[in-house]
């Protein structure tokens, strides 16, 4: 059993910085990331981690946000910088524990374990 549980969530101006967290309980993941979802949107795969440090990014995010690991704290975060309107969503920790095969957004978009997210707001 595993779970995850979100948080650093906030309203801030655009431009502006937040950090996102996720705490993981149970077995080790080795594939984790960022899922968000705006309000009349299809979910969108935000940056995807693996075991050994390997990251990627959606080209909407590239050159704002990092996603990085604390394995001896079990926790995954998301460092967002200059903030846009558009960022607004619902935002998803995700995870897996893959035997084979490699760790990418698409896999975990339908095969990875959820937390129930954290809301992140960005006004102009």
């Known amino acids: 059993q595993v779970q995850l549980v979100e948080s650093g969530g906030g309203s801030v101006q655009a431009g502006e910085s937040l950090r996102l967290s996720c705490i993981v309980s149970g077995y080790t993941l080795n594939c984790m990331g960022w899922f968000r979802q705006a309000p009349g949107k299809e979910r969108e795969g935000v940056a995807v981690i693996d075991s050994d440090g390997w990251t990627n990014y959606a080209d909407s995010v590239k050159g704002r946000f990092t996603i990085s690991k604390d394995n001896a704290k079990k926790t995954l975060s998301l460092q967002m910088s200059s903030l846009k309107p558009e960022d607004t969503a619902m935002y998803y920790c995700?995870?897996?524990?893959?035997?084979?095969?490699?760790?990418?957004?698409?896999?975990?978009?339908?095969?990875?374990?959820w937390g129930q997210g954290t809301q992140v707001t960005v006004s102009s």
């Open positions: 995700a995870g897996a524990a893959y035997l084979t095969g490699y760790c990418s957004l698409s896999r975990l978009g339908y095969s990875g374990n």
